[in-house]
């Protein structure tokens, strides 16, 4: 009897509870089953959210190519992220120039020159003085040398090759022009009268240095298109006339005595010095900065 009695109690207790839980706002029990509900739901877009950033990632490691990374919005969005980023970042580093290799050097220079790697080189001396003029083949980097006294006398044209080295190290080399382009070029007259004619860079990048005495008698100048020229005129008596430059940033040296006709510069930067003697036919500096130095700007 008197268990019961205490059972009653202790179910009379039960229901008293679950009364005054109503009573006080007490959640019921579809709320708690939709509470728990929700709160998987969050979980779950938690972790879709990982995902998703991982594809954000994948986007900003591959540059365009990372769109891949959109697949964190699948189950497992977080490896379709990491494997977005890979992908992305193949193809991002998709859009370099073509490399050259050795076999494409040795099929355009057949016949012209010989290849170091993917480099033409054309070898101008004493038994093979190159009457004719010079022509560098397209699509290949490209290096001349006019070795012995008076070859290359028509000139060099290495206006299609990729890249450009010439070099007149012998007297009265390169008697005929000397025109280069691609991105990168660099032309050295070394010897007494060597670069007898115009020498002429339109590469992105240029520099030509005119070391030989009474070198460079001619023009010697550098193109709009070139981003970056730098002219050295360091022989005695070397760029006898006019020294010009359209490039983006220039840097012209003069030594005593060389550069007597005008000095011309445009672009954004233009940089001239000229020693003692130097520079007799004035600079004309029409960059949007000119470093002149104790040089009289003319066109200012």
């Not at 016949?111 to 009457?131: F, K, L, Q, S, Y």
């Amino acid at each position: 009897m008197r268990e019961r009695f205490h059972g009653g109690l202790r179910r009379l207790g039960v229901w008293a509870a679950l009364l005054w839980g109503v009573a006080c706002g007490g959640p019921a029990p579809n709320d708690l089953f939709e509470a728990d509900t929700a709160a998987g739901l969050l979980a779950t877009a938690g972790m879709n959210n990982a995902g998703g950033s991982g594809g954000t990632r994948a986007d900003s490691v591959a540059g365009t190519g990372g769109n891949a990374g959109s697949g964190a919005n699948l189950g497992n969005g977080a490896s379709a992220g990491n494997s977005g980023s890979a992908a992305g970042g193949s193809s991002g580093g998709g859009g370099g120039a073509a490399v050259v290799t050795p076999q494409d050097c040795a099929e355009a220079c057949e016949g012209i020159g010989e290849c170091a790697g993917n480099i033409c080189v054309i070898t101008c001396d004493a038994d093979h003085r190159c009457n004719e003029q010079v022509t560098c083949p397209a699509g290949v980097p490209c290096e001349v040398a006019c070795a012995a006294a008076s070859a290359c006398p028509s000139g060099v044209d290495c206006g299609q090759a990729t890249s450009c080295s010439v070099t007149c190290s012998g007297e009265n080399s390169c008697a005929g022009n000397v025109r280069c382009a691609g991105t990168s070029c660099d032309v050295t007259c070394e010897k007494q009268g060597s670069c007898m004619s115009e020498v002429r860079c339109e590469a992105e990048a240029c520099q030509l240095r005119c070391s030989g005495n009474n070198s460079c008698p001619s023009k010697v100048g550098c193109g709009p298109s070139t981003r970056e020229c730098t002219i050295g005129c360091s022989g005695t008596q070397s760029c006898q006339n006019s020294v010009e430059s359209g490039a983006s940033t220039t840097a012209i040296s003069c030594a005593s005595g060389a550069c007597p006709g005008q000095v011309t510069c445009g672009g954004s930067d233009c940089s001239v010095s000229c020693t003692e003697g130097a520079c007799g036919g004035g600079v004309c500096c029409n960059a949007d900065e000119c470093e002149l130095g104790p040089t009289r700007n003319k066109c200012q």
